[in-house]
């Protein structure tokens, strides 16, 4: 499989489409039945559920059973999503990328608006556009800092 470096820029666009798609308003709720979890679900009944589930299945074409196995797997910053992302999509993100993607889900994790949750994503996405080198994964498995 090839690999494909998302970059930084592309998480900005991404997540303007997802900005337009689902309205700066738009603040993300888990299902009923999952209430108790503390994050966010990438996959719910088949669809992509999450902001980041969104993005990558609009954007980059991430299918809903990756999604689906996402979910046991940690937030995106994780380095079991990371590994899955890599192995089954041939997805890797430069450090940039993946903490503005990070940015993104905590704040939409603690009930911000897309609209906030964009504003701090952009804030890290645009600090270092020269930092685009890819994620060592072998960092997050043992849980050093990506950034």
């Not at 993607?101 to 804030?123: L, P, S």
């Not at 996405?125 to 960092?139: A, H, I, K, M, R």
Request: hydrophobic share 40%; aromatic share 8%; with cysteine.
């Amino acid at each position: 499989m090839t690999l494909r470096l998302v970059t930084a820029h592309e998480i900005h666009v991404a997540l303007n489409a997802l900005l337009e798609k689902k309205g700066s308003e738009f603040v993300y709720r888990l299902p009923r039945r999952d209430i108790s979890l503390p994050a966010c679900r990438y996959e719910v009944d088949g669809c992509p559920s999450c902001g980041i589930g969104v993005m990558l299945h609009d954007s980059f074409h991430v299918d809903t059973d990756l999604l689906t196995l996402m979910d046991g797997s940690g937030g995106i910053a994780e380095y079991g999503t990371q590994l899955k992302l890599k192995e089954e999509q041939g997805l890797v993100f430069t450090a940039r990328a993946l903490k503005g993607m990070e940015v993104f889900q905590i704040y939409q994790d603690d009930g911000h608006t897309y609209n906030d949750a964009w504003i701090r994503a952009v804030d890290e996405l645009t600090t270092d556009w020269d930092d685009e080198s890819p994620v060592d994964l072998e960092c997050l498995r043992v849980g050093a800092s990506y950034v």
